[in-house]
């Protein structure tokens, strides 16, 4: 009797793992506001309710929702090779996820891939989507993340209908805390501006540890690489208070990581919000409230939190 040989057939999955991963709740996608006061005032149940029966209404932008449109856009500069996927991860249940899902096909965004895990966190399924940022509303998911090691940050209101969408995605970061660790910082709340310039000097020569938001740099700089760099769809910038002598350990790292950081501003305690507003971010990250409560009402924002263990939390 003649034996088939059985042929074992390898299967490949959908590889994430080279791309820049963006996972992203609906509440930082949409501006579901008055949808969560429901929630938070009348109870789930109602909360349900409201989705199922306005599931065909078309939800308003919320302030990542710039972000994301802008950069699938890169996407169209390689349609065989995906390098931006965006996943849409929410504490809603799949019944109620039909009325987001619908407003995604309406904007044409370009969102293929979804976890909704019914009200439970959504810190553990980010590695396994191998998430580079994930971006919330709900600060306890976004703890959970940052807590996780994952680049994370919640997103503060913003509401300006007037916005332009641009051919190129602008995102700006602060330096200490969420580019780079929290060592410097912490010397400086701590010990005073003294000893923080004493500290930085005598370390120029040493390049400063990652901060939760090194490698998305280096993800984003990746991206970079592929164009000339007057063409590249992706601008970044650092936007710190910083200023000389400390800015030198700055920009040392920076080569020693082998980043691209297309503009830096060393702002020296000067406000921040007239130059990221100049600057044109789709998002800025910070991690001090005094800063994001002005640069929030010009453009989107986020906070950057810190480790639960982290010494800033207790200072």
Aim: charged letters at 30%; proline letters at 3%; a negative charge.
């Amino acid at each position: 009797m003649y034996n088939r040989k059985k042929i074992k057939v390898k299967k490949v999955g959908y590889d994430l793992n080279k791309k820049l991963v963006i996972a992203i709740s609906s509440r930082a996608l949409f501006n579901l506001e008055d949808e969560n006061k429901i929630f938070e005032e009348k109870g789930l149940n109602d909360y349900y309710k409201y989705q199922i029966e306005n599931e065909d209404k078309k939800i308003a932008q919320g302030t990542g929702f710039r972000l994301v449109n802008n950069l699938l856009k890169i996407n169209e500069d390689f349609p065989d090779d995906k390098q931006v996927e965006v996943i849409i991860m929410s504490r809603n249940n799949s019944a109620t996820s039909l009325r987001i899902t619908k407003s995604i096909e309406k904007y044409n965004l370009d969102i293929q891939r979804s976890a909704w895990t019914g009200g439970n966190d959504i810190a553990k399924y980010l590695k396994p989507f191998k998430v580079d940022l994930f971006l919330s509303a709900n600060e306890e998911d976004v703890q959970n993340a940052i807590n996780e090691g994952i680049a994370s940050a919640r997103i503060l209101p913003y509401e300006n209908i007037d916005d332009e969408l641009s051919q190129q995605v602008k995102i700006a970061f602060d330096g200490d805390a969420v580019l780079f660790s929290e060592e410097s910082e912490v010397i400086y709340k701590t010990q005073g501006l003294e000893a923080f310039l004493e500290h930085e000097k005598m370390n120029v020569t040493n390049a400063m540890k990652d901060g939760p938001f090194a490698q998305l740099l280096r993800v984003i700089s990746n991206i970079q690489a592929k164009y000339p760099e007057e063409q590249t769809p992706i601008r970044t910038a650092l936007i710190t208070a910083r200023n000389s002598p400390a800015h030198e350990r700055v920009i040392r790292t920076l080569s020693d990581w082998n980043v691209r950081l297309d503009e830096a501003f060393f702002l020296g305690g000067v406000d921040k919000y007239e130059v990221v507003k100049a600057f044109g971010a789709d998002i800025f990250f910070d991690d001090q409230d005094v800063h994001l409560e002005t640069t929030s009402k010009q453009t989107p924002s986020a906070k950057v939190l810190y480790k639960e263990e982290s010494i800033l939390n207790r200072i």
